[in-house]
T-cell receptor, first 117, second 114 residues
Framework: AQKITQTQPGMFVQEKEAVTLDCTYD???????LFWYKQPSSGEMIFLIYQGSYDEQNATEGRYSLNFQKARKSANLVISASQLGDSAMYFC??????????????FGAGTQVVVTP | EAQVTQNPRYLITVTGKKLTVTCSQNMNHEYMSWYRQDPGLGLRQIYY???????DKGDVPEGYKVSRKEKRNFPLILESPSPNQTSLYFC?????????????FGSGTRLTVV
């Protein structure tokens, strides 16, 4: 069963605007971590931001913030003041902590973001 | 520099010819993993390893083998590649099993099987 769902295959955003990338997840664990990665056209996977399930505050890293709504099981990435260099594929991922999930790290299908001038 | 190194970056091979993609990390990480990336499917875990000689199947293990004889190395072996294994492959490593441990990724290997 798909544990991470990203419903937006692609989106356009204008430079300097904010964009929200949706991510919902499914887990029965109480302790888990949510991650966002960026993959530019060059192909490498770049870690952006992390949110723990017990964190009471939403994570922020520079222009990236994570809108974490635990009851809804959503972890949306917000990119503020978009730049041309933000054009990339973005992946949401989850790490669970129960014994039979050690080592597993699951990804959504990704959202392709194109920033236009 | 802390990194995950995988080789080769690009590989074109023929159906049935055994190949190995190497992966090495210099961070003394216990966890290592292999993923394949296909359009519309995101990254899917092939195999992972929790330590030397401890490996387990991920979501798409069929047609692949791995070994973990040393902590730093985690090669991916395709004994008899087929065209449906044409994909972008990533090796990754993680320092622990807690929820806050993400994976650090290699640069990727683009494999084409003809």
């Amino acid at each position: 069963a798909q544990k991470i769902t990203q419903t937006q295959p692609g989106m356009f955003v204008q430079e300097k605007e904010a964009v929200t990338l949706d991510c919902t997840y499914d887990t029965s664990d109480q302790s888990y971590g949510l991650f966002w990665y960026k993959q530019p056209s060059s192909g490498e996977m770049i870690f952006l931001i992390y949110q723990g399930s017990y964190d009471e505050q939403n994570a922020t890293e520079g222009r990236y913030s994570l809108n974490f709504q635990k009851a809804r099981k959503s972890a949306n990435l917000v990119i503020s003041a978009s730049q041309l260099g933000d054009s990339a594929m973005y992946f949401c991922a989850m790490r669970e902590t129960r014994t039979d999930s050690w080592g597993k790290f699951q990804f959504g299908a990704g959202t392709q973001v194109v920033v236009t001038p | 520099e802390a990194q995950v190194t995988q080789n080769p970056r690009y590989l074109i091979t023929v159906t049935g010819k055994k190949l190995t993609v190497t992966c090495s990390q210099n961070m003394n990480h216990e966890y290592m993993s292999w993923y394949r990336q296909d359009p519309g499917l995101g990254l899917r875990q092939i195999y992972y390893s929790m330590n030397v000689e401890v490996t387990d199947k991920g979501d798409v293990p069929e047609g692949y083998k791995v070994s973990r004889k040393e902590k730093r190395n985690f090669p991916l072996i395709l004994e008899s590649p087929s065209p449906n294994q044409t994909s972008l492959y990533f090796c990754a490593s993680s320092g622990g099993q807690g929820a806050n441990y993400g994976y650090t990724f290699g640069s990727g290997t683009r494999l084409t099987v003809v």
